[in-house]
């Protein structure tokens, strides 16, 4: 039986943004919560085919899967099916939403043994894996809202050249969030 854990969460980014972070393998450790490391071989660019290796955890068990990138459309989806699993997979979605982006996530894996397993899983395993899911997307949402620079205010538009005030950021400011 295959489990399929979704989640989406709007990020204030355009879709361009927010898929380049995504696709970069090197910053899934820091915002998705159940993996450990991400690997490319031979450092080659993420496209449709390529197998990326990645070191999973949930709980105190780790293991190593190797996930082929079955759809890559650059910029609207990108989905990883694991190469020992059709079962397991990881997709993502990105809709275009004005100035805000929706990415949705769906983390696909097999249970198996009949319906003590599925009882076991519906119970523990799946709320687990859904609010991991979540914590990471609001996570990724955090992270990509803090960097992405603010350039222009909905009043700037309106407003004359000689009146228009310049946005910068310094080097040594920085946003933080409490809470």
């Excluded at 105190?60 to 694991?82: D, V």
């Excluded at 996570?139 to 000689?162: G, Q, R």
Aim: proline fraction near 4%; charged fraction near 30%.
């Amino acid at each position: 039986m295959k489990v399929l854990c979704q989640e989406r969460v709007d990020i204030g980014a355009t879709a361009e943004v927010v898929f380049d972070y995504v696709a970069d393998l090197a910053r899934w450790p820091m915002w998705f919560a159940c993996i450990v490391s991400a690997q490319q071989p031979e450092n080659r660019a993420l496209a449709r085919d390529e197998e990326v290796r990645l070191c999973l955890q949930a709980g105190k068990h780790r293991w190593q899967e190797t996930f082929e990138a079955t759809r890559f459309i650059r910029g609207a989806f990108l989905s990883f099916e694991a190469v020992d699993s059709a079962a397991r997979r990881i997709d993502f979605r990105f809709e275009r939403r004005g100035e805000v982006t929706r990415l949705a996530c769906g983390i696909g894996y097999p249970v198996f043994g009949g319906w003590v397993p599925a009882g076991l899983d519906a119970m523990f395993r799946r709320p687990r894996v859904a609010r991991e899911l979540r914590q990471s997307l609001v996570h990724l949402k955090n992270a990509l809202e803090d960097d992405y620079p603010a350039t222009a205010h909905i009043d700037d538009y309106d407003a004359t050249p000689a009146s228009r005030e310049s946005v910068e950021r310094s080097e040594d400011s920085r946003a933080v969030r409490v809470g």
